[in-house]
Nanobody
Framework: QVQLVESGGGLVQAGGSLRLSCVGSGRSMRTYAMAWFRQGPGKEREYVGGFSRTGGYTYYADSVKGRFTVSRDNAKNTMYLQMTSLKPEDTAVYFC???????????????????WGQGIQVTVSS
C-alpha cells in the first residue's frame, strides 16, 4: 500500500516562493506517475503538474507554466513542487497523487490516480 505525505505549505505574500514535498512510502515510486493537484475554495480539484510513469515527460497547467517546477528524487521517493511568483489565486489545498498504471495521455485526469496525500494548505496573501 502506497502512502503519500505532503509538507512545506504555509502562508506567503504575493510574489513569494514555497517548495512543497511529497514523500512516498510502502513502495518505490520510481515507476509511478506522480502529480500535484490543487483545490481552491469553492473550486474543483485541478491538475497543477507532474510526471509520466517513466519520468520522461513533465506537464504543467497553463496557469502555472513558467512559475512552478516539478522535480523528483527517486532515491528519496520524493516529488517536489517549487512555486515562485505566487499569486493570491494560487491559494488552495495542494495534493500529491500517484499511480503505477496511468498512461501518459491521462496524467492530467484526477480520476486516474489511485493514491493521494492528505493535502496541505498554501495561502498567498495580497
Amino acid at each position: 500500500q502506497v502512502q503519500l505525505v505532503e509538507s512545506g505549505g504555509g502562508l506567503v505574500q504575493a510574489g513569494g516562493s514555497l517548495r512543497l514535498s511529497c514523500v512516498g512510502s510502502g513502495r518505490s515510486m520510481r515507476t509511478y506517475a506522480m502529480a500535484w493537484f490543487r483545490q481552491g475554495p469553492g473550486k474543483e480539484r485541478e491538475y497543477v503538474g507532474g510526471f509520466s510513469r517513466t519520468g520522461g515527460y513533465t506537464y504543467y497547467a497553463d496557469s502555472v507554466k513558467g512559475r512552478f517546477t516539478v522535480s523528483r528524487d527517486n532515491a528519496k521517493n520524493t516529488m517536489y513542487l517549487q512555486m515562485t511568483s505566487l499569486k493570491p489565486e494560487d491559494t488552495a489545498v495542494y495534493f500529491c497523487a500517484a499511480d503505477e498504471r496511468i498512461i501518459t495521455s491521462s496524467v492530467r485526469l484526477r480520476s486516474k490516480y489511485d493514491y493521494w496525500g492528505q493535502g496541505i494548505q498554501v495561502t498567498v496573501s495580497s
